[in-house]
């Protein structure tokens, strides 16, 4: 609708996943990076300098006071989100929020609420990243609603990693991983957006949760020296929920076990099932188990096209076909807020059997 339009964009964080939006959009040619905010000095400039861009500032508000841009995109850590996305709305830019969208239901009730009374801006969070933009996603959808699999009934995933963690082994930097207050929670928050945004939608998001039928968090797996003082996230999480139309969900992942596990999904249905592992950077395989002419069990495997595909930027792709009008937004606030408050009830069941 607009291909030629190229949008005046600000970034709020000054971090790995700040630097890959900019260079992201900077690669589609649709995005002109006006704005940087960031608290650290040392970080601001040199991410300011690395590509270009020319206003740089320590208080996002700022930024919001251009009248020239058109979208923000909320690249830090989950306890801002709150503040910066209300306020980012009420100053009429579309926003790009990073996920996890906030720490708890009440804040998240709260963006909407203010969201609700701004329907002309677009505002999207990014779980679709790994989920819903992927040639994966949209091939086991497929199989699905074909009806060749029957009716789906249990979804089973687990991806069990050995020293792993944000914060730590993983982007040793970014410590505020490790501060639950700060990041809402580990494994659970930083991949359980992920997680649900692929099992909930290729099923068109219309399960519901029934119950969390029990729910364990875990950490202190091992004497690692977080280099903070402040480290009381969860490493490891077993839950196993109850979903609408009697599906059960069993749901394992850690950043860090006593045990390797890959990352792996299986959807089992009355007439057929899938296994796959669904990251982008996983093999591209969707296996299929059915039966043949003869009755048969069998296995079909299906190879998809990943050439060219590059982590991440199916988002920023997708973003700009949503600002231009040709696309709905993958993930939806809305559909956001129900991933996030069925992991605020895992949490909630877990702290309480402590």
């Known amino acids: 609708m607009n291909s030629e339009k190229i949008y005046q964009v600000g970034v709020i964080g000054a971090g790995w996943i700040a630097k890959a939006h900019i260079r992201n959009l900077q690669r589609t040619g649709r995005a002109q990076i006006h704005w940087i905010a960031a608290r650290n000095p040392e970080n601001l400039e040199k991410v300011r300098a690395e590509f270009g861009i020319a206003n740089k500032t320590h208080d996002y508000r700022d930024m919001l006071r251009d009248p020239d841009l058109e979208l923000i995109?909320?690249?830090?850590?989950?306890?801002?989100?709150?503040?910066?996305?209300?306020?980012?709305?009420?100053?009429?830019?579309?926003?790009?929020?990073?996920?996890?969208?906030?720490?708890?239901?009440?804040?998240?009730?709260?963006?909407?609420?203010?969201?609700?009374?701004?329907?002309?801006?677009?505002?999207?969070?990014?779980?679709?990243?790994?989920?819903?933009?992927?040639?994966?996603?949209?091939?086991?959808?497929?199989?699905i609603d074909s009806g060749e699999l029957g009716e789906i009934y249990a979804i089973h995933h687990s991806s069990v990693a050995r020293q792993n963690r944000p914060g730590i082994e993983f982007h040793p930097p970014a410590k505020w991983f490790l501060d639950k207050s700060l990041a809402g929670g580990g494994p659970l928050f930083d991949?359980?957006?992920?997680?649900?945004?692929?099992?909930?939608?290729?099923?068109?998001?219309?399960l519901e949760l029934v119950e969390v039928e029990s729910a364990v968090l875990k950490g202190g797996l091992d004497e690692v020296d977080p280099g903070?003082?402040?480290?009381?996230?969860?490493?490891?999480?077993?839950?196993?929920?109850?979903?609408?139309?009697?599906?059960?969900?069993?749901?394992?992942?850690?950043?860090?076990?006593?045990?390797?596990?890959?990352?792996?999904?299986?959807?089992?249905?009355?007439?057929?099932?899938?296994?796959?592992?669904y990251c982008t950077w996983d093999e591209p395989v969707v296996l299929v188990y059915d039966l043949d002419e003869n009755g048969k069990a069998c296995e079909k495997r299906i190879e998809l096209d990943?050439?060219?595909?590059?982590?991440?930027?199916?988002?920023?792709?997708?973003?700009?076909?949503?600002?231009?009008?040709?696309?709905?937004?993958?993930?939806?606030?809305?559909?956001?807020?129900?991933?996030?408050?069925?992991?605020?009830?895992?949490?909630?069941?877990?702290?309480?059997?402590?």
């Not at 991949?191 to 219309?206: A, E, N, P, Q």
């Open 228 to 277: 903070t003082e402040v480290y009381d996230v969860e490493e490891h999480l077993r839950i196993q929920l109850r979903l609408s139309n009697n599906v059960s969900y069993f749901w394992e992942r850690a950043a860090h076990a006593n045990m390797e596990s890959p990352n792996e999904t299986r959807i089992y249905g009355t007439r057929g099932g899938i296994k796959l592992a």
């Open 73 to 143: 995109i909320v690249a830090t850590p989950p306890h801002l989100h709150k503040e910066m996305f209300i306020e980012t709305i009420k100053a009429g830019k579309h926003v790009l929020l990073e996920k996890p969208m906030a720490l708890n239901m009440r804040d998240i009730e709260e963006m909407m609420k203010v969201k609700d009374q701004h329907p002309e801006l677009m505002a999207m969070e990014c779980s679709g990243r790994h989920s819903r933009l992927t040639p994966k996603f949209k091939k086991v959808k497929e199989l």
């Open 306 to 354: 990943y050439n060219g595909l590059e982590d991440g930027f199916s988002l920023t792709e997708h973003l700009i076909r949503v600002l231009d009008g040709d696309e709905d937004p993958a993930v939806t606030l809305e559909c956001a807020k129900k991933h996030m408050d069925i992991l605020c009830k895992c949490r909630e069941v877990a702290d309480n059997s402590l």
């Open 191 to 206: 991949w359980g957006v992920y997680d649900l945004s692929f099992h909930l939608g290729i099923l068109d998001d219309k």
